[in-house]
């Protein structure tokens, strides 16, 4: 479903507006992890505690649910939630909900 091979298409909002830290992070999950991602809608929420950067993936097709530590050198830590839906042949694109 989700695979590194495949481009990765973003909205011209996540690029204006999600910071290089937090994209990268995103697609460096994706090249590691594209194998247990099955359902082809991922649910990213990053989100502070304590100063700290986390994000949350899950799914709902083989529930999944994976909290993760985001080591941020520059950026500050954020609170949103991002949207990633498998295009099949075509690749995958990262959107806000209402993007």
Known sequence: MFSPDKPI???????????????????QYIED?????????????FYE?????????RQENLERNTTLFV???????????LYMRSQVEKGTII???DD
């Open 9 to 27: 298409f973003v909205t011209s909002t996540i690029a204006e507006e999600l910071p290089a830290e937090h994209r990268q992070f995103i697609h």
């Open 71 to 81: 080591a941020l050198k520059n950026d500050q830590p954020i609170n949103l939630t």
């Open 95 to 97: 959107m806000y909900l």
């Open 49 to 57: 505690e304590h100063g700290q950067q986390f994000l949350s993936q």
């Open 33 to 45: 992890n594209h194998e247990l991602m099955t359902d082809n809608l991922q649910v990213f929420t």
